[in-house]
């Protein structure tokens, strides 16, 4: 007796969440934004409800739709606040803090701009009265906001 794989599949529907749910969670490991893990779970529950009532497709997709919404507005949330609060958590913009770039353009009180790591920022000065000149390295002293707040690299800080 030969088994068409679409048949067992239709007949497993279970294995196919399971799948799905591996494949999110392999995902949510490489994108760290704990959205895909809880699309997993969802998966996961579809899974469940599939092992229970195998042959009501509309509820596995119901309830693993469901459970990713409610996981997604409920629990990603409260995960961020807690990953963000954690000792030693830096965001991105913080992580910029120390980076070395180069002056695109003239920077001084009015602004300017400058690359850091292959991305544009906009800068301006630590002190309001200096003048960084375009292709002079720089250092980023703070972010305030989406401003780079930049200083020449290889002068010393009063």
Partial sequence: MEVNLTDWLGDHA???WLSLAFLLAVAEVVSLDLVLIMLAVGALAGAGVALAV???????VLVATGVSVGMLALLRPTLIERVRSMPGYRSSTAKMVGSTGVAVSQIDRSGGEIKVDGQSWSARPY???LVIDAGSEVEVYEIDGAIAVVYPKHDALP
């Fill in 14 to 16: 279970w294995a196919i």
């Fill in 54 to 60: 195998p042959d009501l497709w509309w509820l596995q």
């Fill in 127 to 129: 002190a309001s009265d």
